[in-house]
Every structure is written in C-alpha cells, then in structure tokens.
C-alpha cells in the first residue's frame, strides 16, 4: 500500500464528466473517473449548496468517530474505496466506490492511499486516452 495524493482533476469541456488524477511519491499513478457533477466540484467550480460528502463526514464527527483514511483497492466489482472510521479505540471499514472515496478524501483532508492491486491498475479502468478517445 503507497500514500498517494491528487495531482488534478480533468473535465471534458463538452460534458463535464472527468478523472482525478492521483499520484504517489515514486511516481507511480492511478486515474479515477469521476461524474460531471463531483469533477466540476474537485476542480474548484464549487457552490453554496453544501455536498452530501461534507455532511457525511460532519454527521461522522457528531456521532463521536473520527474519520481515518480513504485506501482505494479492487474489489469484486473493480476499483472501490475504503474508508475507515475510529471510535471509541475501534476500527471500522466502509467501502464506497472509488470517486466517492476521492470525494471525501478532498473534502475531508483524509489521508489517501491505494493499494498495490489499484495501482497496477487491476482494477478494470478505462483504456488510456488517445487521440480517438475523449477524457471519458
């Protein structure tokens, strides 16, 4: 498992749908798909209306645990992530899917990692782009 941290966010001019661009500090890379709604967000196009991802983890505080970190792993569905929660000196693990865990790991300051599996990319992505293929 390697810390990594998000590098950018790409958007599609035409559709607005994305990919978090995720890095750890021996250069190796990990890209997550991310819809228009949440690329917009993560690229700093934010507005007043308060996101799901905030008030999950303000109602995580509020119920006395602490959130830990965010690990993106494959799962039996492809690319996943986990989040863990501390309270009261036990652990929890919530899975979600990948960009929701970038999300709260943004939005959170969450430490993020990713396993040695996601980084190989085993995690069923997306062809690299190229010229015949957009962002998405």
Known sequence: MKRIELKR???????GRGRAELESPD???LEV???APRARELSGERDEVRSLATFVLDQVVTSGAEPGEVVLDVGPSGLR???SLLRNGDAEVL???AQEGVELAVRGDLSLYATDQ???GDG???ADPT???TVH
């Open 9 to 15: 966010v790409r958007v599609c001019s035409r559709c």
């Open 27 to 29: 250069g190796e890379r």
């Open 33 to 35: 798909p991310l819809d």
């Open 81 to 83: 992530a986990l989040l």
């Open 95 to 97: 899975a979600c899917t």
């Open 118 to 120: 996601a980084l190989a």
């Open 124 to 126: 069923d992505e997306p």
């Open 131 to 133: 010229s015949r293929n």
